[in-house]
């Protein structure tokens, strides 16, 4: 039977656990760079973050056979990859910040005085984006990569990460301001 | 960049933030984790199949089980009654010469019954392994086997057994084996019939897990197996017959049986 491109991610994440490989291809095809970012974008190590992505994707695939709908797929599959993360930072103990939303806000990078080129500003205001990411407290960064890269809604980041849907709220407003308050000069 | 009155939402930054991440996964991860997934597929079946397959291997368990029980209770069965049927009184002598002090009857007849009680005996063997009522003799009673419920009744070598036995009176024989209505010691030498050449039907332990050696013991005496069920008037008639036949003994273990099935009725003068 051949598998529905069109089919939605827990349909695609069923016929995988029925046994059908395709779909498995499908799913990965469609979440593999957004889990593969936030790995990378909460660990900031190339190499770490191709150890736990596989990780990630081994555990979903030891999983399968468990599989239920019960939540939307990428919330379940970015739950799956922020217990890893934890599991990885317990293990390294390099300790998750915790709700440290009164960190300071860097000072944002003045954009250049000359004219530059319509690309490079567009790449400079990504650079400074990113930077102004990983400054970030882990759990805010967590909360704005889950929300761009999963598209997970409030509640879904809740789930996600386990906590409440009020901290996840509270989470990603911080890491927006932030980042808004980081970009001003770019406007 | 202006605040915006959706909080959580801010499609610039989200657009700035896609510009600037084209990370992706390295090409060899993607190998590793896709074969992963088709080996888990192709090992899944597997898994699935024994999950699907507990239910009708878990009824074959019971099934096994169940005719292992029955099976061993069969044969503990039969071994008791191997020891009455080849006792003089359910398997009367054939017209043969008998050793003197050999209480088994002649098994010159049917020279595999202690083969057929020693295989079923041999710890070899285990006894949910044995197939139950193999008929150890050439020629089994046909009638029986193919009217009574073959748990209850088999052919075994060397009993006396009605050669054309209706389903009725084979039923009623079994009744009366497995009431235990038969008296084993008393009549031994009056139930030796000529007739008991044939293979006979005998007890199966099956007829009852807590059958007593009295209702083991065969009672499948062709004399009053039609009899069973009938009134006492019947038996005195079948009684005169045999008497009037001049057949004395078959008379006199009529009457003895009638005297223990009825022993509130009298027995005519002209018949003690």
């Known amino acids: 039977m051949p598998t529905d491109t069109d089919a939605t991610d827990e349909a695609l994440m069923l016929g995988y656990r029925d046994g059908d490989a395709a779909a498995f291809d499908l799913l990965y095809g469609r979440h593999k760079g957004g889990v593969y970012r936030y790995l990378l974008r909460q660990c900031r190590n190339a190499a770490l973050a191709d150890e736990l992505f596989q990780d990630v994707w081994m555990n979903l695939i030891r999983a399968r056979a468990s599989y239920t709908v019960q939540a939307k797929f990428s919330t379940y599959l970015y739950r799956i990859a922020h217990n890893r993360l934890m599991d990885q930072f317990r293990r390294d103990d390099c300790g998750v910040s915790l709700d440290d939303e009164s960190a300071p806000i860097d000072e944002p990078v003045a954009p250049r005085s000359t004219e530059p080129e319509p690309g490079t500003v567009a790449r400079e205001q990504a650079a400074q984006l990113l930077a102004l990411l990983d400054a970030l407290p882990d759990e805010q960064r967590a909360a704005f990569v889950l929300q761009q890269e999963g598209g997970l809604s409030i509640e879904e980041i809740a789930v996600a990460t386990g906590v409440t849907r009020e901290t996840a709220k509270s989470r990603l407003r911080y890491a927006l301001a932030k980042l808004r308050q980081g970009m001003q000069a770019w406007q | ?272």
């Open chain 2, 1 to 272: 960049m202006t605040p915006r009155p959706d909080m959580e939402h801010d499609p610039q930054l989200a657009a700035i933030y896609r510009a600037g991440t084209a990370a992706e996964p390295p090409a060899r991860l993607d190998d590793t984790i896709r074969a992963a997934a088709r080996r888990a597929v192709a090992a899944g079946p597997r898994r699935a199949g024994v999950r699907r397959s507990m239910v009708p291997v878990s009824l074959a368990a019971v099934i096994v089980l169940s005719v292992t029980v029955v099976t061993m209770m069969r044969e503990q069965g039969a071994d008791r009654l191997d020891s009455t049927t080849l006792s003089p009184e359910t398997a009367p002598p054939a017209p043969v010469a008998v050793q003197p002090g050999d209480a088994r009857p002649p098994v010159v007849t049917a020279p595999k019954v202690p083969e057929a009680s020693t295989a079923r005996r041999s710890p070899a063997a285990p006894p949910g392994l044995v197939a139950p009522a193999e008929p150890a003799a050439p020629a089994p009673a046909p009638a029986l086997q193919a009217d009574s419920p073959p748990r209850r009744v088999t052919a075994e070598p060397g009993m006396a057994a009605p050669d054309s036995e209706s389903p009725a009176k084979a039923k009623a024989a079994e009744m009366t084996r497995s009431e235990g209505f038969a008296d084993t010691s008393r009549d031994n030498a009056a139930v030796r019939s000529p007739r008991r050449s044939a293979p006979a039907p005998m007890v199966d332990a099956a007829s009852g897990a807590g059958a007593s050696a009295k209702s083991a013991a065969p009672a499948g005496n062709a004399l009053w197996q039609d009899l069973v069920l009938a009134p006492p008037e019947k038996w005195l008639q079948r009684i005169a017959e045999l008497r009037h036949a001049g057949k004395t003994a078959d008379a006199a273990a009529l009457v003895a049986e009638f005297r223990r099935r009825f022993p509130g009725e009298e027995l005519p003068q002209d018949l003690r």
